[in-house]
């Protein structure tokens, strides 16, 4: 699979999708189609995922466990430092109360753990919940 798969914008609400299993990539393809997501960028690479990273990014979707030294709430914190308006969702294999406190505490909007069974059904709505806060502030401003 390539490092990079683009789709096209059609709610200019865009999302990044940092995510290095091909077989969640394409579960989380299917998902987003499925719900009618179209706005979305899936990278497995942590540094192309970061050059990609501009204001007209609205939603990243991380993965907690990356290879390399950095894991999700390392790259949440650089995402939000680049980008503090963007909504950041989390989407791990493990729910540690202290991952969790960590992700919170540095302003991550929502956390999915993807051994619950309804994970992906919490990924769609707070995937939802997101764009209808970004299209509040874009109504606001």
Known sequence: M???KTYTQQ???LTHVLE???DVIYLLDRLFKANNFVDYVFFKDTSVFMENLNELVHICVIDYYLP???NGIDVMKLVLT???WCKVIMIS?????KVIADFVNNDGFRYVNKNLPDYMQ?????MQQAIA???RQIDIH
């Open 2 to 4: 390539e490092d990079q």
């Open 11 to 13: 709610l200019n609400i």
């Open 20 to 22: 290095d299993d091909d």
């Open 68 to 70: 390399g030294p950095l």
């Open 82 to 84: 680049k980008n503090p």
């Open 93 to 97: 294999g493990q729910d540690n109360p």
């Open 122 to 126: 919490n990924l769609v709505d707070f």
């Open 133 to 135: 806060l970004i299209k």
